[in-house]
């Protein structure tokens, strides 16, 4: 149990057009879902958090306007990468919370902007 | 603010060796301290947590309030511990948001 999934795996874009990411949560609801970015060989910085029916909240630093989140249902939230520039190529994670609290991390979606 | 460090980036240990990956903190209440673990090519996923005071594959890791760590521990190592390890904390000021360390490669030799 606790399966989480993202789609796509991974994408390739260019310059200035716009990502969609998917947060599944397969086998449970999830009424708060976090979202990650990775670079390579560093850790998880959080971005922001999304709960079910309302706004995401952001980290200091992460531009709302670039990086959006929606959560429309119990077991789906959405990050939209928007106007994507080479810097924003990244490993994006996202997590969902279990009742007990318990994070249950996707696979990650592996984002490259020409 | 909340910090999580993990001195160690690259940790190597034979096969049967106990293997301790450090992990101290800074966070002004009283933290949750998590490890997680990634193996090759999957996904991030709980390998403990310290209120459930539990061993799993064999490690184990102790809360110490005093030094503020959260080692993690496991005295006789194996091929398949080899992985990438992060130390996490959550507070109640900041919700269930996990703050991550750097993370420690383990690689355990045969």
Same mark, same amino acid.
């Given at each position: 149990g606790a399966v989480v999934s993202q789609h796509p795996s991974w994408v390739i874009c260019k310059s200035g057009t716009s990502v969609k990411i998917e947060c599944r949560s397969l086998d449970f609801q999830a009424t708060t879902m976090f979202w990650y970015r990775q670079f390579p060989k560093q850790s998880l910085m959080l971005m922001a958090t999304s709960n079910e029916g309302s706004k995401a909240t952001y980290e200091q630093g992460v531009e709302k306007d670039k990086f959006l989140i929606n959560h429309a249902s119990l077991t789906l939230s959405t990050l939209t990468v928007t106007s994507a520039h080479?810097?924003?190529?990244?490993?994006?994670?996202?997590?969902?919370?279990?009742?007990?609290?318990?994070?249950?991390?996707?696979?990650?979606?592996?984002?490259t902007v020409l | 603010a909340q910090r999580v460090t993990q001195p160690e980036k690259l940790l190597s240990v034979f096969k049967g060796a106990p293997v301790?990956?450090?992990c101290n903190y800074s966070y002004s !209440?009283?933290?949750?301290?998590?490890?997680?673990?990634?193996?090759?090519?999957?996904? #991030?996923?709980?390998? #403990?947590?310290?209120?459930?005071?539990?061993?799993i594959k064999g490690f184990t890791a102790d809360l110490n309030k005093g030094e503020t760590s959260f080692h993690l521990k496991k005295p006789f190592a194996q091929e398949e511990d080899s992985?990438?390890?992060?130390?996490?904390?959550? !507070?109640?000021?900041? !919700?269930?948001? #996990?703050?991550? !360390?750097?993370?420690?490669?383990l690689t355990v030799n045969p």
């Open positions: 080479p810097e924003d190529s990244s490993f994006y994670i996202c997590s969902a919370q279990t009742s007990v609290d318990t994070q249950y991390f996707g696979p990650g979606t592996r984002l | 301790e990956l450090k !209440g009283s933290p949750e301290l998590f490890w997680y673990v990634q193996y090759s090519r999957q996904r #991030l996923q709980l390998l #403990l947590r310290h209120i459930s005071r539990e061993s992985a990438m390890y992060y130390c996490a904390l959550s !507070g109640r000021t900041s !919700g269930s948001r #996990l703050t991550f !360390g750097e993370g420690t490669q």
